[in-house]
DNA sequence: TATCCGGGGTTTTTT
DNA sequence: ACCCCGGATA
């Protein structure tokens, strides 16, 4: 019978599963089958022969996009789940664009600019009209150029939006609505998008574009949206309009889980689905499948300090389970240390395996005590975000030959490798060149073919050396209809001249990126098997290239032989499951971030925190450290306010070595019961040289008079020669003697007495 | 043109 | 501790 599989269902998830025609909102709580939900439905609609390629299924990744695939075609024993459309919203805008491109203007192989590309962009804008790249940091620019089109502001509308006006003066950052203008230009002139334009522009074609809408309004007779929690503006008008006329849409989330508020995404469109779709029906999953009843309780207890959530109670019948742990460490290093420890007692004692162990935090700078800790352990593990693969250089280098080749309006890939490996053109050259094409508006790859015939003013040499960059260039163009994906990744690791230079490198740093290179052609290698099995007949390095720029390292396939331990943020963690979960560094201003401590963040924090506990299976392990170093000094910390929100019923408290207490006075010396006497300042900033025009002052109280002896812990020992107060920020900088061999001004703050 | 040095600034999370 | 940039130097 072709709906035995619906068997597998609990009774919430059979109804859900199948809802016939029309709207509907499943809420599915932690670990209560949401994935099994969709994969079903989706199974169910194909059983009931509605075609794969009318369906459109938005994941969160694409790594969930490919798992539910083989499992929908493993349900329906046949492989026309390779039809449907289903992918991150990004991939899925991408594949309609590429078709579309022309509707829009822009050339079907467009580039997709990633984060350091559009950096690069906005530097080169700010500068060239001369702001203050202080005021006009990329990042802010790009977040607020981001925001603008999540939300639908294209540059025009941007600048003469009132509001924005006033916000953006009120930030002193007037100049953002011109600057949004001219980076919109330059990426077109790129033949290029950025991530957001992926979705920005299909929802204007859906908008402004009748046949385009009626296209793919029917195309998509059903459409499921995963994660809906963390969908924003644009993501919802795509959504809302691609569903008409008939609104067959199933959108699954769990708005205890929405984190991604800070790239525009917004809780209430999850919130307020039943009042847009008013005909739509409700689904609650609440039955965890996943966590001990101990791990679901501590959860449950956490989320509940938030307000204004969808009510629901999810529950596990699953064992009791151990109570969660929380173990307090005096540093960062004794708290990996501690972790690595632990987590091979675990392996041994309870004979769990690598894999079955995540380590989650919230910043990625937290990975590298850890990284460390692990190998010296000897614990084999595997690190999530960060440098990904695809961000190393030789990597990024050897994409942008394949970037340029494709596309030779993409300046910022011409740019990265015109000079790599080196070959004699330098900033200068570039610069010249690259002027003059802006003011001409020519592409600058163009010009590369006969830059004195144009006038730009180079020696005969380096003019030669530019030509015979574009040669190079323009030899492995041709190869483009005749060579594979694979091929033409030979050819161009092989003719760019980047391997060889890895291989002429005879240190540890030269072959490592070397086996990078082998790898990114295996992965191409890979990737056209793949495509010949689903049947395509020659896969160009176009469709390579597309995959690619929206990958992240998430995505990566993992060799299932290797059993390592997995290290991650959060965020990344999101959806995944592990039977042993650490979380570590858990204080105040890291988790809940610095950044966050505004009322209407710390929700979103505390949801975070939601995430993380019920990644966990089994155990749950919660650290935190006393002291943290960070940007090249300790810190010190309190434990997070999030541990007070868990239930102290599910919880078993141990520190490490609970007669450690450390008080500090309020100038930022403090004493350990087991080192009293010893002073250790904190020092708030790094040390510079002496460069301050500020008179000494002699009337402030300061732990350090004048000419007493200090002993640093790192610089030695100095005499105070002068102290100062910085305005009303309690902060004293004080001048040390020659330590070293440069006078050092040290600033240190004023902590308010601690107890931990 | 390439490389080396030093100063200054810096940190949340990601497609 | 780290990265990025600019200026000086080979």
């Known amino acids: 019978m072709i709906f035995d599989f619906l068997n597998d269902l609990n009774p919430a998830q059979y109804e859900a599963v199948t809802h016939p025609d029309g709207a509907q909102l499943v809420i599915a709580g932690a670990g209560s089958g949401k994935t099994r939900v969709l994969t079903y439905k989706i199974a169910y609609l194909l059983a009931n022969g509605v075609s794969a390629s009318n369906i459109l299924a938005l994941t969160f990744t694409n790594k969930a996009a490919r798992e539910m695939k083989s499992r929908i075609e493993s349900l329906v024993g046949n492989d026309t789940a390779r039809y449907l459309w289903m992918g991150t919203f990004h991939s899925i805008c991408a594949r309609i664009l590429r078709t579309e491109a022309n509707k829009l203007d822009f050339g079907r192989d467009f580039t997709i600019y990633d984060t350091t590309d559009t950096k690069s962009v906005v530097k080169a804008i700010v500068k060239e009209k001369q702001l203050d790249d202080k005021q006009y940091k990329s990042s802010t620019v790009l977040n607020r150029i981001s925001w603008a089109k999540n939300n639908m502001y294209d540059p025009q509308s941007y600048c003469s939006n009132k509001k924005i006006w006033d916000y953006d003066r009120s930030c002193g950052i007037l100049a953002l609505g011109e600057i949004y203008v001219e980076y919109q230009k330059r990426l077109r002139q790129a033949n290029a998008m950025d991530f957001d334009d992926l979705l920005f522009y299909v929802n204007i074609l859906l908008n402004t574009n009748e046949e385009f809408r009626n296209r793919y309004q ?82 449950n207890s956490v989320i509940k300090k938030n307000i204004g959530q969808i009510p629901k109670d999810v529950y596990s ?49 937290q990975s590298r005590v850890l990284e460390d800790e692990m190998r010296k352990q000897a614990i084999p593990y595997r690190i999530y975000g960060g440098l990904s693969f695809y961000q190393r250089k030789e990597i990024k280098d050897a994409l942008a030959y394949i970037r340029l080749i494709i596309n030779p309006q993409d300046e910022e890939a011409l740019l990265r490798i015109i000079n790599v490996p080196k070959r004699g053109i330098g900033d200068s050259t570039i610069d010249k060149i690259q002027q003059y ?59 760019s001249g980047l391997l060889a230079e890895a291989l002429m490198e005879k240190n540890a740093e030269g072959t490592d990126r070397y086996q990078n290179l082998d790898e990114l052609r295996n992965s191409v290698r890979e990737f056209t098997e793949t495509q010949i099995q689903d049947g395509a007949e020659f896969v160009t390095i176009q469709s390579f290239l597309s995959e690619v720029a929206l990958l ?48 209407n963040n710390i929700e979103e924090e505390r949801r975070l925190f939601y995430v993380a ?34 239930d102290q019923k599910y919880v078993e408290k141990t520190t490490a070595n609970s007669k450690n207490t450390i008080e500090t006075n309020q100038w930022g010396r403090f004493e350990r019961n087991n080192d009293v006497g010893k002073t250790v300042f904190r020092t708030q900033t790094n040390l510079k040289k002496l460069s301050t025009t500020q008179t000494p002052r002699t009337d402030i109280e300061s732990p350090f008079p004048i000419n007493s002896r200090v002993q640093h812990s790192v610089f030695g020992a100095g005499t105070v020669l002068a102290a100062y107060r910085e305005n009303e920020n309690d902060k004293i900088e004080i001048q040390f003697d020659q330590v070293g061999k440069k006078t050092l001004l040290l600033r240190f703050v004023k902590l308010t007495q601690i107890t931990i």
């Open 613 to 646: 506990i019920t990644r966990a299976m089994n155990k749950c392990i919660i650290t935190y450290a006393k002291s943290r170093f960070k940007n090249g000094q300790v810190n010190f910390a309190i434990p997070s306010r999030f541990l007070n929100d868990i």
């Open 218 to 299: 029917g195309l998509f007779q059903y459409i499921l949206v995963d994660e809906y929690q963390d969908t924003n503006f644009v993501q919802y008008q795509i959504v809302k309009s691609l569903a008409l006329p008939q609104n067959n849409i199933c959108v699954v989330g769990d708005d205890a889980q929405s984190i991604y508020s800070f790239r525009g995404a917004d809780i209430q469109n999850i919130l307020n689905f039943q009042s847009d779709y008013s005909d739509s029906q409700l689904y609650k999953l609440e039955r965890n499948y996943r966590s001990t009843q101990n791990i679901v309780d501590a959860a």
């Open 552 to 599: 992240t390292d998430l995505d990566q396939k993992e060799d299932p032989t290797e059993k390592k331990i997995t290290l991650m943020t959060i965020h990344s963690a999101k959806g995944l499951e592990f039977p042993i979960v650490y979380i570590v560094g858990l204080e105040d201003n890291l988790f809940p971030s610095a950044m966050a401590d505004l009322e």
């Open 437 to 495: 094409a802006h003011e001409n508006l020519q592409n600058m790859y163009d010009l590369l073919a006969a830059p004195l015939d144009h006038g730009i003013s180079l020696s005969a040499a380096t003019a030669k050396r530019v030509t015979s960059f574009y040669n190079l260039i323009e030899n492995m163009r041709e190869q483009i209809e005749k060579l594979d994906a694979y091929g033409m990744m030979e050819l161009v690791l092989k003719n």
């Open 317 to 365: 019948e699953k064992e009791q389970g151990d109570k969660i742990k929380v173990i307090s460490l005096s540093t960062d290093r004794e708290e990996a240390s501690f972790v690595a420890t632990d987590i091979r007692s675990q392996k041994k004692d309870y004979d769990f395996n690598y894999e079955d162990i995540a380590i989650l935090y919230r910043t990625n700078a």
